[in-house]
């Protein structure tokens, strides 16, 4: 419950909306705009977005393509699906994280809901990183042939990490797995 109490607070602390906080000129212009804050507790939040030339539906497919996971996201290694819900809407995901030669390896457990074409949602339940919240929600623009992604995760560090470093690894990583997640969904799988 603490965990939820956190997470709603750091989500309410966000700032502005897209669109008041001048995100909306940036991704019009191609740039990913990008807040990561952390604090001295290792506790870190980030929120990123990215226009892609591509429907939302091939967007939430290749979010969700565990083969494409390793080439997408900084630091995952591996990615499986543990179990899967019988109506399709939820799973239990297992990630394989190394983040530098310096750190060791991460197992994550992570329930991930989702609402398709629309929203991803993920919840760490086990593993190394306990502690993580997020959304992946998908915007239909130009008449649905291309989509807003915009994503927002809240994270506490399983070891002790500089709030500086963690903050730089988030605004550096996450940008760069947009980016990536771009180039997938324009490449077939």
């Not at 906080?21 to 705009?33: K, T, V, Y």
């Not at 927002?152 to 797995?177: K, Q, Y």
Request: proline share 8%; aromatic share 6%; with cysteine.
């Amino acid at each position: 419950m603490r965990r939820l109490f956190l997470l709603i607070v750091a989500l309410g602390l966000t700032g502005p909306a897209l669109a008041e906080s001048g995100w909306a000129e940036r991704l019009s212009a191609g740039e990913i705009p990008v807040e990561a804050h952390a604090d001295p507790q290792g506790r870190g939040r980030v929120r990123a977005a990215i226009d892609i030339p591509a429907p939302a539906a091939v967007v939430w497919r290749t979010i969700l393509d565990c083969d494409r996971a390793a080439r997408m996201t900084p630091g995952v290694k591996r990615c499986r699906v543990i179990s899967r819900a019988p109506d399709g809407r939820s799973e239990l995901r297992e990630h394989l994280v190394k983040w530098s030669f310096f750190l060791p390896s991460l197992h994550s457990t992570s329930r991930v809901e989702y609402e398709p074409d629309r929203s991803i949602r993920f919840t760490c339940v086990g593993g190394d990183i306990q502690a993580c919240e997020g959304t992946w929600t998908l915007e239909p623009l130009k008449g649905g042939a291309a989509t807003r992604v915009t994503y927002e995760m809240w994270a506490a560090a399983p070891f002790a990490v500089p709030s500086a470093m963690l903050s730089g690894l988030m605004r550096r990583d996450v940008p760069e797995a947009l980016r990536a997640l771009r180039r997938e969904c324009m490449t077939p799988p």
